[in-house]
């Protein structure tokens, strides 16, 4: 695990051309789903996005769009039926439990998602979560659904990456990328160094970056505790995970 040392100097990015996004719907066990659809002209792969717990919102649907600018398909998958997003902090609560309780609920979701963005994805597949989008893409590593699905690499930002099932991290799982905030209330961050453990013991590897003073969220630009430094940094180290999975 490597601590990173926030940049304060303005980061470039390589940047392609992408068609403009689209709202698309999709069914799950007979209910509707949002998602968005960020295509690149190019593609040098394909990226699924799991939301927070306020579900699909303006920020997935940005980030979704900056990655197809640098050539990465992106479908931005809603974690509710549409129009049942909580709106209040006990919902947001009750949502999240119920969430991490229904498992068969769950794997549906990554399924539907993963096949929605197939339709019009390239290899490789890597599955991007932010804090219960970040805890939903580890359900597809500790399960071996990832593995079933063929994900190429998992991108956790602000999530728990722990499994609280007691379960040993599958063989052939495909590498993660891990940023989290040093100051996050809400993620343990302590739990990295026996993740990376397991994921090591799988065979595979964790390139994970802790960032000081940083709270939860710290790369959500517009929640709470946005902080743009290490913002920048994770996402710079971002792109150089996914040049190096295969992603160039």
Known sequence: MTKTVLLTTALAFAVTTALAGESVTYEIDGETFDGYLAQAETPRGTIVILPTWNGLSDYEKDRAQMLADMGFTSFAADLY?????????????????????????????????????????????????????????????????GNELGVDGYIIFSGRVSDTKGRIMPDEVAPFFVAQGEADTQVNVGGLTNFIDDVELA?????????????????????????????????????????????S
């Open 81 to 145: 039926p549409a129009g049942e997003n909580p709106t209040t902090m006990e919902a947001k609560q009750q949502a999240l439990q119920a969430h991490l309780a229904d498992q068969v609920g769950m794997h549906a979701m990554l399924r539907a998602a993963i096949t929605a963005s197939g339709e019009e994805g390239d290899e490789p597949l890597f599955v991007m979560g932010y804090s219960m989008g970040a805890i939903t893409a580890m359900e597809l590593a500790w399960s071996g659904l």
């Open 203 to 247: 065979g595979s590897e964790v390139t994970a970056h802790v960032y000081s003073g940083a709270g939860h969220l710290f790369s959500a630009f517009g929640f709470p505790n946005y902080d743009a430094e290490a913002d920048a940094d994770s996402w710079e180290k971002l792109m150089d995970f996914l040049a190096i999975q295969g992603g």
